[in-house]
Structures are given as C-alpha cells and as structure tokens.
C-alpha cells in the first residue's frame, strides 16, 4: 500500500533551499562573531623557522592571530585525533600544533578579525620563514619506494602461471589524476563557546563524528559538545573525516571566547584530502573463445607521509567476471601532501574504470563485442568470498542499456562511424558497488495532532536524505508526508554514522521502519483498551496505519482512527526510538551494480571530444524516490564525464604544490558539455539485502562510466588513451 515510496516526490526540503531559510555552515549568524582566516604553508615541507605576526595584529580589527607558538591546549595523543573515518594507520593531521609542516597549503596561522576581509588581508602580512626539507609529491618518480598493503580479495590459483599460456593476453597499465571533490559549499565552521558548552555549526557528513572529535582534541564530554550541519551544499566524501577548520574555529572561540567562524577559499581546500593519484596494472588472460583463464590488478595509489588511506581498487574483478585464476594486489607511495580521502566510489571509480577499459581491450584482442565479452564472464558468484548475491539483475541492466541505446546498430571497426566532420564512437563498461547497511537510530515522536517528527543524526549532503525518510515515514505511519517533519545534523540526535558509503538510505529507512512498528504497537495497545474495541483481537502485524487510521489487515472494516487511540489516553505523543537490525549473515555478497552505454562525437582534426549520448541502466534494488534517484544517477554521470575528460590536478613538482587551484582551470564539466543523460532503473527485488530491499545510489552513478566514455573515444579514434582526463592533444595526433 506504499504510496509514497518509490514515486517521484520533491525534495520536501527544497522551498527551504531556494529561498535561502535553509542555513549552511557558514550562515550562522551570532552576536560578536569573529571571522578566521587562514595562513598557509607555501612549501611542502620542513619546519616553521620564524613567524612573524606583528604585521597582521598591526591592522585594525584584528583581534589575535593563532599559531603554534600561542594557540591553546589540544591534545597530544594520536588516538584523540583519530575519527570514525581515519585510516588504521597513522597519526591524523593536527592543526596550528607544532612547527612542522606536511604538505603544501598546511594551516600555519589564523587570524582573527572582527569582519572577514580585515582577516584576509592581515593574513597577508604574516611572514613565515621556512627551514625547508626535499619533499617529494609526483606518484610516478616514486613509484619505486611503493610498498604493498593488504590487498582486498586473496588470489585463487596461479594467475602468472594461467596468463603466460593464455591463448589471448591483455596487459595495460592505466592512470588516474589526483581529484579533488569540489563541492559548491566552502568548507565552513562556526564555534560558540561560553566557557562550559561547545556548540559548532560545521560543514560535515558526520556531525557526531565531529563530535566525538572535538571532544577528544579538546578533552571535553560527550554533553558539553554540539555539532549541527542541518544542511550540506555537496560532500561526495569530503566532509566524511572532521576538516581542520573545525578545529581551528574550535581554537579560536576559546582563545577569544567569542564566537568564531572559519570560511576556507576554494584554493585551500586544495589543500584537504582528494581522490588519490593511482597507477592499475590490469593482466588479463583469455582462451580463444572468450572465457578468462587469469585475472590480475594491481593497484598503486598515493597517501601522505602521515597515514595509509587505501581502499578496494583491486578487488571488483571478482565480483564482475568468472576467472579461473586471480590475482590481486595493492601499494601505496607516501608523498609530501594531506591524506588522501573517500571521494564518490573510493576505489570503485578508479579500480573500475582500469578494469572496464582493460576488458574493452581484450574484446577487441579477441574479437568479440564487449558486451557479448562481459556476458560470456558473468559470474553469479562473489568469487573472492565464493558468495551468491542477494540479487543481481545485471544482465537486465545490459540488456535494457542496450536497448535504450541502440547498441545493435554499432559497427565494430574503430572510425567506422561518422557524423559529418565528426567520427562517432560508442563504448560501454560495467559498474559496480556495495549494498551497506550500518546501525543507526531513528526517533519518532507521533502527535496527538497527526503530526510526526522522525529525526536521527544523519547529513543530508544533498542526496535527497530528507525526502526519502519523509516518504518511507508517511507510508509506515499511515499520514500524508506534509504532516511530517524530518530532523538532520545534529550530534544530540539519536545516533547515525557518517552520510557515506551509500549506505543511510537503508539504515536509516530500515530504521524507521522498526521504529514505527514499535509506535503502530503504543497505538494498538490503546486502541485494544478502547471500549468495544474492534481491534481487541489484532496483534501488532495484523494491523497497519493507514489515512491516519490502525487499520486490521484481514478485515480493513475494523479500524480505529489513531487520533481517538490517543485521545482515549490522553496521550500527547508517543515516542519511539528504534534501531535497524544490521544482518550478521555473511552467506550473501550485497552489491550494486549498471551497465554505462556512451556515444562521443570527435572532431577529427581538433580532437575536441563531445560525449553525446549516455545511458546508464542500474540495478539497485528498491528505488525509494525516482526523482531524486535520477538526479543521484544523473549526477554520477556528469562526474563521471569529468573524471574522463576534464579533471586533473596538476602539481608544479618543483614547489610541491597545486597550479589548478581553483574551478577554473580544475576543469569540471559544465553545462555545454553535457547531453543526452538516460537513466534507468532496472527492477531488482531484493528480500536478503535488508528487510526493505534498499541497496542504495549514492555511488553507483560515477562507477565506470569514464570507461564507458573511453572506450567510446577509442571506438570513434582508434586512439587508446589509458591516462585520464582524455584531453583533446592525447587524441589529436591519430596513428
Ligand atoms: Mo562517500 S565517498 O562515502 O561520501
């Protein structure tokens, strides 16, 4: 009887964004606010020698500037440091601590002044001067001091052994840039601090991960820290770990106790945790019919000097195609900048994209469609844990994909097709990702009025988190979705991880389906003890709320209006908090996964790239919201469009420092580049995953669809371009 959910429902948020009632991190306004600014490093690396601050206290309104020489106490232990998110490994960053400097645009000072351009211009009068150490910050001149980590999945077999025999053999090393997220909110802080109580607005995807942060740098309790971000302009992974302008806000309101706010320029936030830099060696081995005797990836990616950020680049193969052996592996090259962070996909996008175009070139090595290739490897098994999915609809996805795009009709030469003075190319590769659920609490408190509060303390970074549990909770307590109100981003809600992983869409709409189970049973229990109740016999599971009525299932004549259940008691509100059941059953591998169709249009004399049509068909089981879902997947294909032609961070490697700094000349896609987006979503129900059947779409849009575009630019060139972005001068020069 779900109304709600799975319709195409605005966001119930979105009147409070366009007109501006939506406040961000940086919006909070308080009396005597004093506004941050940053000072940072200009090398790499070495020690602060001197700072000069007499320049910057010199201005007026400037109140202080913070360094490491007068900031207050924070802790010196690294477990304090350490959040939800922090890599095992390694000591976390510690903002304005001591002289030591890490990476390029590191924090040195921060100054305080009474309006934020006094800040930012005193910021320039303070001089640091440098002890400089040699400081290395280019993957490939170091690519000989990478160390191997734990890889992700075990090998099975000998795949060296399998590959040099195999009758067909594929081995291509390919590149992905450092990315960073971009998001369009700055990253922004706001600290109040009255002496005894911490409240920070912050930008964040985890507030009670920021929380539990602060509390451990500035050895506070639980209650007297409060961290709020009721709304986020984008995160894609940047806001999973706290960023140092929390902390730096934090030092500054209890340096001056007055309330402080910490706003970074787009150029520093270069200097935050990226998509890591990684170099995928892909060695694929088949048999002349198309079958794979040897699979290997291996992955070699960035970390900073300070901590081991890895993710799963190498493992996805397993997932994806039956291989009689496999091998996979996993290094790390520590250079002199921030650690590197979660970014939409972490290592899917990356690890995915290598391995879709390795399959592309083996299909052409083998001559064989590359779909017909992908289909001839299907595997219905996790073959690193040797688990059945919980449902896996991916032939469905490459069936519908290529229908809607017409893939039948492609001719298999490369520059076999043209549009005038342009040659056509369509390529495709396949996505994949995980299907999480983490514990997380929701409250409901049900009026007397049939008005219902669901709050946990999830991030909406933008997602449609709101919404969704809006919709999941109207369904479930039977009342329209205007008479609910959701509320998100605060650290004293009950508890939710980090908005990442793609995972809040089923923890926190499972939750809220127990918790309003346990609220349909206060309103039976009160129904029951009506006077010649018609429902003295129902039990919990025979009833429904329905129409703002506790409905008998088996007889929908015998219901009792949820008002009079109350009014009966005099019940004010019923209050419920519940979490979901996270499944300790490890018998199922839980994934999602697409098929990514993609037509690009190359000037043959400029080698300008247009991708023009793309299709991406997803099977993530129960769609909760087909609008916003859209959106999500649409998105993912614009950033993935961006990761194949446009995204790059360059380094002067000489200085250790980014030139691009700035959505200038970082080039993301912008509306121009865009085309024809169609997403579909293939039915996928899924009874095992969780008890909703939610897998969840906040990475599964980006995963393989650069791929897809190269393969495509390969089609329509002949040209095979494995370093990403594919700017137009790798393509030009046609062999
Ligand atoms: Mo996502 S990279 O887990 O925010």
């Known amino acids: 009887m779900a109304s709600y959910i799975g319709s195409a429902t605005s966001r119930v948020d979105g009147r409070a964004k366009v007109t501006g009632e939506a406040r961000y991190a940086g919006e909070f306004n308080v009396p005597g606010l004093v506004h941050g600014y940053v000072v940072e490093s200009t090398i790499p690396k070495g020690r602060i020698a001197r700072i000069d601050t007499s320049g910057a206290l010199a201005v007026a309104g400037v109140i202080d500037v913070l360094t490491h020489q007068n900031r207050p106490p924070m802790a010196d232990k690294d477990d304090a440091y350490k959040d939800e998110v922090a890599p095992e490994k390694g000591s976390p960053y510690r903002p304005l601590y001591d002289d030591s400097i890490h990476f390029s645009g590191q924090p040195l000072a921060l100054v305080l002044a009474e309006d934020w351009e006094t800040a930012r211009v005193a910021a320039s009068l303070v001089r640091v001067e440098y002890q400089k150490e040699p ?43 450092t990315e960073y997220h971009n998001p369009m909110e700055l990253f922004a802080s706001t600290a109040i601090w009255d002496g005894g109580e911490l409240t920070v607005y912050d930008k964040t995807q985890g507030v009670q991960n920021v929380q539990k942060y602060l509390c451990g740098v500035f050895d506070m309790k639980p209650d007297e820290v409060r961290v709020m971000s009721p709304y986020m302009g984008g995160g894609f992974g940047a806001g999973l770990r706290p960023q140092y302008q929390v902390v730096l806000a934090v030092l500054g309101a209890r340096a001056l106790k007055r309330p402080v706010r910490v706003m970074l ?88 994209y290598a391995l879709e175009c390795a399959m592309d070139e083996l299909a052409i090595a083998l001559k064989i469609d590359p779909m017909q290739l992908r289909l001839q490897c299907y595997s219905d098994r996790d073959q690193g844990e040797d688990l059945l999915y919980t449902s896996k609809q991916l032939r469905e996805c490459y069936r519908q994909g290529a229908a809607a795009f017409g893939w039948d009709k492609r001719k298999v030469e490369p520059r076999s097709m043209r549009d005038g003075s342009e040659l056509v190319g369509w390529g495709m590769a396949t996505g994949v990702w995980e299907a999480l659920q983490m514990p997380a609490t929701v409250r409901i408190v049900l009026t007397a009025n049939g008005h219902a509060e669901v709050a946990t303390a999830a991030s909406d970074i933008g997602t449609g988190t709101y919404t969704i549990m809006a ?3 109207a369904d479930m307590l039977g009342l329209p979705i205007d008479n609910i109100s959701v509320k998100l981003g605060d650290s004293t809600l009950p508890q939710c991880p980090v908005e990442g992983g793609s995972w809040i869409a089923s923890s926190v709409c499972n939750a809220i389906a127990n918790t309003a189970r346990a609220v349909r049973g206060d309103l039976l229990k009160l129904a029951k003890a009506m006077k010649d109740s018609p429902l003295a016999d129902a039990g919990v599971d025979e009833v429904a709320l329905t129409d703002g009525k506790i409905v008998s299932t088996r007889d929908t004549n015998r219901a009792v209006s949820i008002a009079s259940a109350m009014q009966s008691d005099n019940a004010e509100r019923i209050t419920r908090e519940e979490t979901n059941k996270v499944a300790e059953d490890k018998s199922h591998a839980r994934n999602v996964h697409s098929a990514i169709f993609a037509e690009v249009k190359v000037d043959e004399e400029l080698g300008v790239i247009r991708v023009t049509r793309v299709v991406n068909a997803v099977a993530a089981g129960r769609i909760l919201n087909l609008k916003t879902a859209h959106s999500q997947m649409m998105g993912g294909v614009v950033w993935g469009i961006g990761m194949a032609l446009h995204e790059e961070t360059l380094f002067d490697h000489r200085f250790g420092r980014v030139m691009n700094a700035n959505i200038a000349e970082y080039h993301v896609p912008v509306n121009a580049d865009i085309h024809d987006i169609d997403v579909i979503f293939v039915e996928e129900p899924d009874e095992i995953v969780n008890p909703l059947g939610i897998k969840g779409l906040g990475e599964i849009g980006i995963v393989g669809v650069a791929a897809a575009i190269a393969n495509a630019v390969y089609h329509a060139t002949g040209k095979r371009v494995r370093d990403l972005p594919i700017t137009l001068d790798k393509v030009v020069q046609f062999d």
């Open 471 to 473: 919709q999941v909770a």
């Open 265 to 352: 320029t787009r150029a520093q936030m270069y200097a935050l945790g990226h998509r890591p830099a990684s170099i995928e060696r892909l060695a694929l081995g088949a048999n002349s019919g198309g079958t794979l005797d040897a699979m290997t990836h291996e992955a070699i990616a960035v970390t900073s000097q300070f901590e081991e950020f890895a993710r799963n680049d190498t493992g996805w193969g397993n997932l994806l195609y039956k291989s009689a052996t496999a091998k996979f592996g996993h290094q790390l090259v520590k250079l002199d900048v921030p650690t590197s962070c979660d970014m939409r996909a972490p290592g899917a996008a990356t690890g995915v």
């Open 135 to 177: 400081h290395v910050t280019d993957l490939h001149a170091q690519r000989d001091k990478a160390f191997a980590i734990d890889a992700p999945a075990k090998p099975r077999g000998d795949a060296e052994k399998s590959f040099a025999a195999a009758a067909v053999r594929h081995e291509a090393e390919y590149y992905i840039p």
